[in-house]
């Protein structure tokens, strides 16, 4: 994860143009944000520790969900439909954690 306002601005770089301002096209503008080549990693994915904080409070969070769902089975009640979609819920929001941690795309576009 990330934020755009965490990450060092760029200046805007512009092509100098070749010719005289006679030319009828402008210089082309290349976005900050944008990518360059295929090598250059992007904004978001790169930083370690954005990473395992989420994904590491996302299975927190999705654990214990998951643990207010199973307190009143302990306790001897049986499990109703909202409990089994409350305990669904919360073992889908820690596998969201484990995947923002594994980050399995950014491994796959990796060079070198």
Do not use: H
Not at 21 to 27: D, L, R
């Amino acid at each position: 994860m990330g934020s755009f306002f965490s990450q060092p601005l760029e200046p805007v770089k512009v092509v100098a143009p070749t010719e005289a301002a006679s030319s009828a096209k402008p210089a082309p503008v290349t976005a900050p944000g944008a990518q360059t080549s295929p090598a250059e990693a992007p904004l978001f994915n790169n930083c370690w520790s954005c990473r395992v904080l989420s994904g590491s409070g996302l299975i927190g969070a999705g654990g214990y969900v998951y643990w207010v769902a199973r307190k009143p089975m302990k306790l001897g009640y049986p499990p109703g439909p909202g409990t089994i979609v409350q305990m669904v819920f919360g073992i889908s929001i820690a596998c969201w954690g484990v995947v923002i941690l594994s980050d399995p795309k950014g491994k796959a576009f990796r060079v070198g």
